[in-house]
């Protein structure tokens, strides 16, 4: 089980990264154009929970011991669920 949690969490972890990447350039291209593009605010959301997932996420494959690898497998996957819950869902 933990080597599967690993991966959900790993992949979710990187598609949150990828989502701030692209929320970056959105904001970047919308203050280029005239708008306000998604906000500052949005987009320091994102960047914190991805360094926050990252950072679990990098502990848990780094981790040999099992209880180690599930808690920051699930505390990245409560981190990214809690940033799309706040920017996306709400």
Same mark, same amino acid.
């Given at each position: 089980?933990?080597?599967? /949690?690993?991966? /959900?969490?790993?992949? +979710?972890?990187?598609?949150? +990264?990828?989502?701030?990447?692209? $929320? ?6 919308? /203050?280029?154009? &005239? ?5 500052? *605010?949005? +987009?320091? &959301?994102?960047? /914190? =929970?991805?360094?926050?997932? +990252? ?11 099992? =209880?180690?690898?599930? &808690?920051?497998?699930? =505390?990245?996957?409560?981190?990214? $669920?809690?940033?799309?819950?706040? @920017? @996306? @869902? *709400?």
């Amino acid at each position: 089980m933990g080597r599967a /949690l690993r991966g /959900l969490s790993g992949g +979710l972890t990187a598609g949150l +990264l990828v989502l701030t990447v692209v $929320l970056c350039g959105v904001q970047l291209w919308g /203050l280029g154009r &005239g708008n306000i593009g998604p906000g500052w *605010s949005t +987009l320091a &959301g994102h960047a /914190l =929970g991805s360094a926050v997932a +990252l950072f679990a996420q990098l502990r848990s494959d780094r981790s040999h011991r099992r =209880g180690a690898v599930v &808690g920051y497998s699930l =505390g990245a996957l409560g981190v990214v $669920l809690a940033v799309l819950v706040q @920017w @996306w @869902w *709400s």
